[in-house]
């Protein structure tokens, strides 16, 4: 019979190879992926889409009776969402009519307003009590440019005491859209924006989404091909009013539209202006017109590759030899005889 501590032995010199040689094939993970070579990757760029709305117009409407403001303009080819909301203590109408250059002549009865939004159709009739709001959602095709609409509050004598106005297309083609997020990492993600209008000047819309919870700003220079300093912008713009300065508020998830518009091409930074922001690398570049410079390629390692999967079929070979033999002794390395045994 063979004692506890022997069996002990035995089982523990049978494992070891069996671990030896799984430590080994493991191990060739690491090398072979080490030895892939690096793939370049490009920075993130953020490109430009026409966009679908322009703004959110907030039209407010008064016992004046009037809408303010009176006149709204809306570039043709886009959209519109306008906010409509009731200061007044009385109930009013915003009724906009369908036909672009149908005007309402100041002289109209109200039957004779109704007569004339019921032949020339709406395009909305939003009826608000005093203190609502409401929503028009508008969408102009590119062929309406330069056409005016008319709106108007058709209760009863509003329109005739003054209680209209227009919504004018002021171009031929849409703007451009851009996103742009913001992180408590101090950073602009992307850092890189990229617009390539067909026309200028071309209004650009820059959506600014915080994934942070810190505030910050959108600002941006108004002149081509300046990189400012952290120790140099606070006079620069002395000088210069930026083409844009929105705050980001405080909070994930919190959005600010950028609405500005670009007269020439070229790269245009913007900053972060809250206190030490811009200093930890806060800022990015617009390159509107001109294209994007392709980043460096990241350097290879196609020649250390080479060796380093040469080393691992190496690795590989021991470990299933130090596999095979184990299983076939049973110990490694084999246990020399003791003196006792040679008769």
Known sequence: MT?????????????????LGGLLLASIGLPTAAGLPIVSVAPEVGYAHPFANVENVTINLTDRPSFSPQFVNVPAGSSVALHLVNRGLYAHTFTLCRTPG?????????????????????????????????????????????????????VPYQFQS???????????????????GTTDGLAFVPNVLSATPTHYPIV????????????????????????????NYSSYFQLHAPLVNENVPAAPGQTAWANFTIAAPGVYQYICEVSGHFANGMYGYLYVGVPVPTPPPAPS???????????????????????????????????????????
């Not at 004339?116 to 609502?132: E, I, K, Q, R, W």
């Open 204 to 231: 650009i819309a820059v959506l600014v989404t915080n994934q942070g919870n810190f505030a910050h700003t959108f600002t941006m220079v108004p002149q081509t091909n300046v990189s400012l300093l952290s120790t």
């Open 102 to 154: 149908a005007f309402l002549r100041a002289s109209l009865s109200p039957g004779q307003v109704y007569s004339f939004f019921s032949a020339n159709g709406t395009l909305a009739n939003v009826s608000l009590a005093p203190g609502a709001q409401g929503w028009a959602n508008l969408t102009f095709n590119a062929s309406l440019a330069l056409d005016s609409f008319e709106f108007a509050s058709v």
């Open 3 to 19: 004692d506890g501590p022997s069996r002990t032995r035995r089982i523990l010199r049978r494992a070891l190879p069996w671990f």
């Open 162 to 180: 003054g209680m209209w106005g227009f919504l004018n297309l002021t171009s031929t083609a849409a703007g451009l859209q851009l996103s742009e």
């Open 301 to 343: 390692t196609a020649i250390v590759a080479g060796w380093v999967l040469a080393g691992s079929a190496i690795l590989f070979g021991v470990g299933v030899l130090l596999t095979a033999g184990a299983a076939i002794s049973g110990r490694f390395p084999p246990r020399a005889n003791s003196p006792e045994q040679h008769h």
